[in-house]
């Protein structure tokens, strides 16, 4: 047991190690510039996303140029599936990048400390359960989607390999949390390249040598972040945190549990609705024939890339909001927040072009089927307005989620998920003329619903206190 005077140096210096922020690889947000504060934090954050965009990617990448339509259509649907669980794994996660980026805004380094191991605790449980459970339901998910008869017993073997490693997927996750709530987004960036890098490797060599097809790819994804996770903790040994944490603290903390599920839950339960509203108009889809099923397929990997930008701009704003809001600097955070949007529309747009006028091309990356190249373009013309409006959305519920009130984030999400995106998809895919250009106007236009729900939030909020 450690003495009082030991566990009061073991504070200090947490606390130290805090006011040092600037000097190391965390990033403090509660002074200096804005911009350049958000830069440095949204870049590693971006460059992390798009490798971690990259194993689905290469998997599907290969598996187009060895495999077939059917091929495709299993690894487009079960990594669109995985591609949910992980995206929920990540919400939940963003209730403990909250609460420990607010205890490092107050300089509280032990009640970070506990929030870590509250955090790892509950995460631990949370992924043996699930693991379970899909190993179990696998065939369920697959006739839920209503995968293609030729896709189905691959669309199978994917989900559950993926489903195998869903404890490494979970790991990964709530390190990066952890490290993004104490604002440091290089090491995140560092270690989703290393799984990057062994997932390319392993996809040719599975797939491309070995001629495992589905299988091979579905393995290649699961050992590449096996070894990110393994790197990360030994690497993590090494680096001086913001916050005092010991084995012992692997244990729950009612207080700290509280505050990481009433954060994290409600932004989980969200991003669940979204996640589940994407997989049924991916059954819609699949409903709509083999072609539009591998199209869809690859138009989601192209889609997935696209909406990176905004995905960083919500964890940076999430960040920088968390600190500033523990720091008692409101009208900063409120600063923040619009800094970052005004920066993520205006990358949107050049995306927006790419998206709308490159979409042919960018389909052509990932297979050689001209059908299928068409299919997937049609698509993407329909997506591309996506790329500006969500920047807007995604930077306020950064904010909102930053700031700890994620309830506005989950109502937004489950309204508009179930009573906009999907009812317009049904609509669109039951025209005459119904295409993918049309499903694909379904989700901007769910966009702007968000948008104006959350313009009535912000304008609630300021009748409650100025910003």
Known sequence: MKSREEKKKNTQSAAQNIDSMDNSQENSFTDGPIFSSLIRFALPVLGALVLQAAYGAVDLLVVGQFGDASSISAVGTGSAFMQMVTFVITSLAMGSTVVIGQHIGEKKPKEAGDAVGTTILLFAVSGIA??????????????????????????????????????????????????????????PFLFVGIACMVNIVCDLLFVGAFHMDVAGAALATVLAQMVSVIVSVGVIRRQKMPVLFSRQQCRIYPLELKKILNVGIPIALQETMVQISFLVINSIINQMGLMPSAGYGVAQKIVSFIMLVPSSVMQSVSAFVAQNIGAGKEKRAWSGFLTAMAAGCTVGVLIFFGGFFGGSYLSSLFTKDAEVIAQSADYLKGFSAECILTCILFSSIGYFNGSGNSIPVMVQGITSAFCIRIPVSIFMSRLPQASLLLVGLATPITT????????????LLKRKRHI
């Open 448 to 459: 702007v619903y968000g948008i104006v729900f959350f313009i009535i939030c912000f304008w």
């Open 130 to 187: 699930l693991t379970v459970l899909l190993e179990l339901l696998a065939g369920n998910i697959v006739t839920m989607l209503q995968v293609p008869e030729a896709s189905v017993e691959k669309a199978v073997t994917y989900i559950r390999i993926c489903s195998g490693g869903i404890l490494v997927i979970i790991a990964y996750n709530v390190i990066s949390g952890v490290l993004r709530g104490v604002g440091n987004a290089n090491l």
